[in-house]
């Protein structure tokens, strides 16, 4: 198949840093070039991930760190937005189908596609989704769907990197760890009062836009200067698997119902386990008691971290390379793909035959009309030729 994956212009593919989406847009093109398929990508000009790219931008633009700079990058996004549609609408003759990673398919609802949604369903986007109902959509998690159960899901795709990229570390050093957003949906700041409460080294790293700079400043700056606590920054691949499989425990409260958790996956590679806060995805992602825990908060999480530290690390990695890698997410994206361009096949031979009842019904209405003008003409013609022979008599 020819398919043609379509970015956002924030990130590149694959991204340097920070970008889960885009890691798993690279490992998906990875994944299907390995099965024999033709994948594009519709993305940032920088981008590189081992196929063809049509540049939407000539160099990926992230997110602004300040909220002064958002209107600025809004118009920037529209225009490129605009232009991403033109040259989407130009190879349609040349692809299979259309998959998005964030880009609005709204206007190709008569091609086959699919959207994956990347991030949580939220209040805001409720219109914009219900204005979108004949588009196909694909999760990250069983959970995800029930924020919308009425979209047309293909289903659940969990996403997937390659295992053998984390090492399996079967004796960790002593510190726990956070990767992520700096932002009131991730709560790092619960990672860190855990961590200082029990006495153990926290390692942090993540980004920080426009969206967590505030919280940032009034919730985690505070804790910057504690023996206990040391923050890295945004890291790269290389640096989160280092920090990952080093780590005795990864720690995740998430604060909001998230759709899947890349940070998750990647620890249990290198066979670390995951203390979360049970929202969203975690309860998919975790196997309750034996590649981490369930936690209503990181109070009740406390009284367990020797339960996590004993766990089986070697079974953790075993269990996440083998239900959770790029090489199942392609399978399953290709699945995916056949079962939306079969619909659309049996659409079009619906449509043939709709148009042919309506033909055919056309040419049966019509054929009434017609015999009916026919036997009026047929009747004046008779009346004409009596007429005539009338004339002829008296004469």
């Known amino acids: 198949m020819k398919v043609v994956l379509v970015a956002n212009p924030y990130v590149p593919v694959p991204p340097l840093k920070y970008g889960g989406t885009e890691r798993v847009i690279a490992y998906l093109i990875k994944g299907l070039k ?16 081992g196929c063809e790219v049509i540049p939407t931008v000539e160099h990926s633009i992230f997110f602004p760190r300040k909220k002064s700079g958002l209107p600025a990058f809004e118009r920037e996004i529209d225009r490129i937005n605009k232009g991403t549609i033109k040259k989407l609408k130009d190879i349609l003759p040349g692809v299979d189908i259309i998959h998005s990673h964030g880009f609005d398919l709204g206007k190709f609802e008569n091609f086959p596609n699919l959207t994956t949604i990347h991030g949580p369903i939220i209040f805001e986007q409720l219109e914009y989704y219900a204005k979108r109902k004949n588009l196909y959509f694909a999760s990250i998690s069983k959970n995800q769907q029930e924020a919308y159960p009425k979209l047309q899901w293909v289903g659940a795709v969990y996403n997937g990197e390659d295992p053998k990229e984390f090492p399996v570390i079967k004796r960790p050093k002593d510190y726990v760890c956070f990767i992520g957003r700096f932002d009131r949906e991730k709560n790092p700041h619960l ?109 009740e999480g406390y009284h367990q971290m020797d339960e996590l530290f004993s766990m089986d690390r070697e079974y953790i990695a075993r269990r996440a390379r083998r239900l959770f890698n790029y090489q199942v997410m392609s399978k399953q994206y290709l699945r995916a793909y056949k079962k939306v361009t079969k619909i659309f096949r049996i659409k079009e031979r619906e449509q043939e035959r709709i148009n042919q009842l309506t033909q055919q019904s056309k040419r049966e209405l019509e054929s009434v009309w017609s015999r009916d003008i026919r036997r009026r003409q047929l009747q004046q013609k008779m009346k004409i030729s009596k007429g005539r022979k009338h004339r002829g008599t008296i004469e």
């Open 34 to 49: 390995e099965r024999g398929h033709e994948p594009i990508l519709l993305g940032p000009g920088d981008s590189k991930p």
């Open 191 to 299: 990672a860190i009062e855990l961590a200082i409460s029990y006495g153990i080294k926290i390692k942090l790293a993540g980004k920080i836009d426009f969206l967590g700079d505030d919280y940032f400043k009034t919730e985690v700056k505070k804790y910057l200067k504690h023996p206990l606590v040391e923050y890295l920054g945004e890291i790269d691949k290389k640096q989160t698997a280092n920090l990952l499989s080093h780590s005795k425990l990864n720690l995740h409260p998430t604060g909001f119902r998230e759709p899947f958790g890349l940070t998750v996956l990647e620890a249990a590679y290198c066979g670390t386990p995951t203390m979360a806060i049970a929202r969203g995805s975690m309860p998919e992602l975790i196997e309750e008691g034996r590649t981490g825990l369930l936690v209503e908060d990181f109070v």
